[in-house]
Nanobody, 116 residues
Framework: QVQLVESGGGLVPAGGSLRLSCVVS????????MGWYRQAPGNQRELVAR???????NYADSVKGRFTISRDNAENTVYLQMNNLKPEDTAVYYC??????????WGQGTQVTVSS
């Protein structure tokens, strides 16, 4: 059974930092893209950042320069370092992976709350 286990969410003041982690179970044979999405109340789920198997990264304009995505292929783990957090970053953050045949998998989500 495929599992994506996220951790690292929490409550921080504006300007603070958090680091999210997502460990992917080894039942996914070949992981291609790994990424983070977020969903705030009343909003659609949106892409925050993603990283390809080759290390190419994409970021939402709203987080460029503040967030950094990275991955450890040996540990099947993806990270999201979030700096200079703003109240508008408050959301549930979801880990997402896409395997080599297009299968998509989601984590259960971790809450990030930024106080003003």
């Amino acid at each position: 059974q495929v599992q994506l286990v996220e951790s690292g969410g929490g409550l921080v003041p504006a300007g603070g930092s958090l680091r999210l982690s997502c460990v992917v179970s080894r039942s996914i044979f070949r992981i291609n893209t790994m990424g983070w999405y977020r969903q705030a109340p009343g909003n659609q789920r949106e892409l925050v950042a993603r990283i390809s198997s080759g290390g190419t990264t994409n970021y939402a304009d709203s987080v460029k320069g503040r967030f950094t995505i990275s991955r450890d292929n040996a540990e099947n783990t993806v990270y999201l370092q979030m700096n200079n957090l703003k109240p508008e970053d408050t959301a549930v953050y979801y880990c997402n992976v896409v395997d080599s045949i297009g299968g998509r998998y989601w984590g259960q989500g971790t809450q990030v709350t930024v106080s003003s």
